[in-house]
């Protein structure tokens, strides 16, 4: 069991041993610079309140660079481990299957705080010291459910293309699935309406509510609580565990 531990440890560390050699840190900076520029040339283009507005940019923009930075390293690391053989070896090793896969989604977590630290950081420029770090807690739950899903992803379809295009997708889906529902139920009902609502309904049921992860309005308004806190980790609690337990279902029924 201690040997187990210790190698779990040494994966999560190797992990982010490897996003760091990779220049992910460089990318990350690159990315989080820009969106403040970004912001700031997009608030000085349009009209209304000045501030608020630029938080909501800011926000945004750093909640898409760290989700899409999280997704890429997760899928492209995990492709390459493939590739070398690197996962074949240590299957080979007298350590059960979930040492290496739960090694991996822990070192993600870890990168995932090295994301949501700069951006916290970054949004006090904007918002007191409370929200900016009530909306940096809530993007490291949403960029760990994302690099867990990529994780699930790339286990099973075993090339980065379709697996980025899958988190992207499962991505998208979470964030706008309250909206769709608001839709769904707005319009005019009849039977073909009523069957894309349920439908709708279900998917939202099925999908993280990432629409409540690192809102802009905490940043402008300054609404974020406790509340929002707590069920930030709950949600995040959930999904990761629900995707790392898909993920050695389908790690156990592999062949290596």
């Given amino acids: 069991m201690t040997g187990a531990v210790g190698a779990l440890r040494a994966i999560a560390a190797s992990t982010v041993k490897e996003a760091l050699r990779s220049r992910l840190a460089w990318l990350l900076a690159a990315l989080l610079l820009g969106s403040v520029a970004l912001a700031g040339f997009l608030q000085a283009a ?3 309140d000045g501030r608020g507005t630029q938080a909501v940019l800011l926000g945004a923009l750093l909640r898409l ?6 997704a890429v390293f997760a899928v492209t690391s995990l492709v390459r481990e493939y590739q070398d053989k690197q996962a074949d070896l ?7 299957r979930a040492t ?3 090694g991996r989604l822990a070192g993600c977590g870890a990168l995932a705080l090295l994301i949501a630290l700069p951006a916290g950081a970054l949004v006090l420029l904007v918002a007191p010291p409370g929200q900016a770090a009530l909306w940096a807690l809530a993007l490291l739950g949403e960029t760990w459910i994302v690099a867990a899903f990529a994780v699930f992803c ?3 379809l075993q090339h980065a293309l379709p697996s980025l295009c899958a988190t992207y997708g499962f991505y998208v889906l979470a964030r706008s699935a309250a909206a769709l529902q608001l839709a769904g139920h707005d319009a005019v009902a009849d039977t073909s309406q009523g ?3 349920a439908g709708i309904d279900a998917l939202a049921f099925v999908l993280p509510r990432l629409d409540a992860f690192a809102r802009g309005e905490w940043l402008e308004h300054h609404t974020g609580s406790a509340a929002d806190l707590a069920f930030v980790a709950a949600q995040t609690a959930i999904y990761v565990t629900l995707l790392a337990l898909a993920a050695l279902f389908d790690l156990y029924r592999k062949e290596f």
């Fill in 90 to 96: 240590f299957i080979a090793l007298p350590y059960p």
């Fill in 154 to 156: 790339t286990l099973t």
């Fill in 195 to 197: 069957v894309i609502a």
């Fill in 65 to 70: 660079a760290a989700v899409c930075v999280a």
């Fill in 46 to 48: 349009l009209p209304g």
């Fill in 100 to 102: 290496w896969l739960l």
